[in-house]
């Protein structure tokens, strides 16, 4: 372990020679003799002042303040939750004061540093307050997942402001890269206030955050008030992060990065990580800064994506340390013995004999289990009820009778050009992407024998676009829709990529999760970067549908699908067996004549292909997969997998948050994506707080 004065010593050194590289770097034709030349007290010309003054040094002063901010945000909520990966934008609080900021922009038109902060402490704080709250009930690992649905609902609404406004638009999709280029000085100036408020609140909760974590009681008894303390680092955390939002936007994985190097090189002692956690944050931010201007010539590569690209190796590597005690839940376990949980089933009100009858005929006879097929027959009617309501709902004014009418051809020929050439492609496609998420879902579950491992959160979705996007951009084709066939690919390519860092499925549980979860945040800054590079048009167009969208969905992009999903399903039916049989452990699978490892590949390949053709259909549609197996099991029963409902109420949900974004704002279209993920932020959390259990 590293005494305090080599580390400090490092790292005054490294961040000494970087605030000297970034005041020499630059992208103009300026030479570094120059800029030396002008700060030692040289004189120099009217372009020289302007690169100096008016870009670099403020640019370097922002990456100080903002680094150091989120550098000792993260270090305070990992030192108050007791949890070494928690940090401001894992756990939401970075989406919430994006959030502020967005509303403050479009609602109250805040353009200056000033205004900019005031609306990111509000958000801030209320994401503060709710991460803290729920903290104390959650383990390390699902307090990770609790800040990504709240993350999740948070980006939704954010996305939902800016599909109404292409202008805050336009700001938004360089401002959320973390960029700290252009800004001015008088920004950094008017945010300093603040970052020194959470600073001298940081060294001041020292002591307590020291007696805080050898347990509440004996904080009590030691002098200090938790409560007190807690609230404490929350405003703390908050006028931090939200300076640090406020200035160059949400940079995830910053604080993560600080907290781990500080513990790694001080061990537990509280002070001194806090200011170390500042040094380090500032360090790599300013590096990150330095490296962003020189590594893609004459461009700038995004900071948040540099700043990703290492933190997320890191939170992979924190995951899987013995610093993250298992909480309840977190492992899945080795062995479930047969009989045990025949009883557990029996006790859930699973499939019993009383619950199965035979239907007979002439020479044959099937067992049909009573309670899944009057679910299955529920969820058809409720996904044709949707799907009459789609076709109905709009500035029409049309009825459900005049609807199904022009679904038959008859009534007015403007009702029925509207219903059967724009509409029901529309809705089709929403089926066919919706039942294609359900079933990959419900594999992904059964897999990994947790309810969480699904396509969106273990990043196959977030591979699934960037192998789509790729596609467009390289292409001449006018839409990405003509690229659904890469989906599957880029799916594939992700979902080995999580399998080998990971170091395989069925026995890692939450940890499993974090490691997808770390996938799909890199490759959401990918996607925001590749946003960055296009056009405002293309890139209005492209963040629609990158966030999940039906918009001009039609037959030639659903059919081929659908046509997919008549091979793929019954490949699942046929499956059942075996993976119901995968519930139990290895040696008990083999002996029942199942290879638990070739019936995993099956199971794995066919939820990659299903989750990239939805992905191609209609981009990746946040939480479905994770909500349809869920709800379909819940009405079925545990007994058998939902192999049939999965993929019904899969469909049923997509038409119903396409419509309900169609029709939710007057003059503008929320995306069925943006939708899912408000509503699929608090059903996430839901799952957390009441899975006991894998």
């Avoid at 002063?61 to 401001?88: C, D, F, K």
């Avoid at 202008?167 to 700290?180: A, E, H």
């Avoid at 019993?352 to 009858?357: F, H, K, L, T, V």
Wanted: glycine share 14%; proline share 5%.
């Amino acid at each position: 372990m590293f005494t305090q004065v080599r580390a400090f010593g490092l790292g005054a050194a490294a961040l000494l020679a970087l605030c000297a590289a970034s005041m020499l770097t630059g992208a103009g034709r300026v030479a570094p003799g120059q800029v030396l030349d002008y700060l030692l007290g040289g004189g120099g010309d009217g372009h020289l002042r302007m690169v100096v003054d008016t870009l670099r040094l403020p640019r370097t002063l922002a990456a100080l303040v903002v680094g150091a901010a989120l550098g000792v945000s993260g270090m305070l909520l990992q030192s108050v939750t007791r949890n070494p990966l928690a940090e401001t934008g894992l756990l939401g609080v970075n989406a919430g004061a994006a959030l502020g900021v967005v509303t403050g922009i479009v609602t109250a038109g805040a353009q200056t540093g000033g205004a900019y902060l005031g609306w990111a402490l509000g958000g801030a704080l209320l994401a503060t307050g709710v991460v803290l709250a729920i903290g104390a009930r959650l383990s390390p690992l699902k307090l990770v997942l609790a800040g990504a649905a709240l993350s999740a609902t948070l980006t939704g609404i954010t996305t939902a402001v800016l599909v109404a406004d292409p202008v805050t638009f336009d700001q938004y999709r360089y401002w959320i890269l973390g960029s700290l280029a252009g800004i001015p000085m008088d920004r950094v100036l008017a945010i300093a206030p603040a970052v020194a408020a959470g600073l001298v609140m940081a060294a001041v909760a020292a002591r307590p955050l020291a007696a805080l974590a050898l347990g509440d009681d004996l904080a009590v008894a030691l002098g200090h008030r938790p409560g007190r303390t807690r609230l404490w680092v929350t405003v703390a955390v908050t006028l931090l992060s939200a300076a640090a939002v406020a200035v160059a936007g949400p940079i995830g994985f910053l604080g993560l990065l600080a907290g781990y190097l500080s513990r790694t090189l001080l061990g537990g002692r509280v002070g001194p990580r806090i200011v170390l956690s500042g040094l380090a944050g500032a360090v790599v931010l300013l590096g990150a800064d330095v490296l962003a201007r020189v590594v893609m010539r004459p461009y700038e590569a995004p900071v948040a994506l540099l700043v990703a690209v290492l933190g997320a190796p890191v939170l992979v590597v924190v995951a899987r340390s013995r610093a993250v005690a298992a909480g309840p839940g977190d492992l899945v376990p080795s062995r479930a013995p047969r009989r045990r949980l025949a009883r557990r089933t029996a006790r859930a009100g699973g499939m019993s004999p009383s619950d199965a009858r035979v239907v007979r005929g002439r020479g044959w006879s099937v067992l049909v289990p009573v309670r899944s097929s009057v679910a299955a027959a529920a969820l058809l009617a409720v996904t044709a009820v949707a799907v009459v309501a789609a076709v109905a709902a709009g500035q029409s004014g049309m009825t459900a009778g005049q609807a199904l009418g022009a679904l038959a051809g008859a009534g007015e020929g403007g009702h029925v050009l509207l219903v059967q050439e724009i509409r029901l492609p529309r809705v089709v496609a929403g089926l066919v992407a919706g039942a294609a998420l359900g079933l990959s879902g419900c594999l992904t579950q059964a897999l990994a024998r947790n309810r969480l491992a699904t396509p969106d959160m273990l990043g196959i979705n977030q591979g699934a676009v960037i192998a789509i996007m790729v596609a467009g951009m390289v292409s001449a084709s006018g839409t990405l829709f003509a690229h659904w066939w890469i989906g599957p690919a880029g799916a594939l390519a992700a979902a080995v990529a999580v399998f080998a860092v990971s170091g395989g499925v069925g026995r890692q549980g939450y940890r499993f999760i974090v490691t997808g979860l770390a996938l799909t945040t890199l490759a959401g800054a990918l996607t925001q970067s590749l946003l960055a590079w296009q056009g405002l048009g293309s890139a209005t167009a492209v963040h629609s549908w990158s966030v999940g969208s039906l918009a001009g969905r039609g037959y030639s992009v659903a059919l081929p699908v659908a046509a997919g999903l008549a091979v793929l399903v019954p490949a699942a039916l046929a499956l059942a067996r075996r993976v119901a049989v995968l519930r139990f452990d290895e040696d008990v699978s083999a002996g029942l004549g199942v290879a638990p490892g070739r019936t995993r590949i099956a199971l794995l390949a066919l939820a990659v292909v299903l989750a990239g053709l939805a992905a191609g259909v209609a981009g990746p549609v946040a939480f479905v997969a994770l909500a349809a197996p869920v709800v379909a099991a819940r009405l079925a029963g545990p007994a058998r997998l939902p192999l049939v409902g999965a993929p019904l109420t899969g469909a049923a949900l997509v038409v119903i948050a396409d419509t309900a974004g169609r029709v939710a704002a007057d003059g503008a279209e929320i995306p069925v994506g943006v939708v899912t993920s408000i509503l699929g932020g608090p059903f996430l959390l839901w799952t957390l707080l009441s899975d006991r259990r894998s």
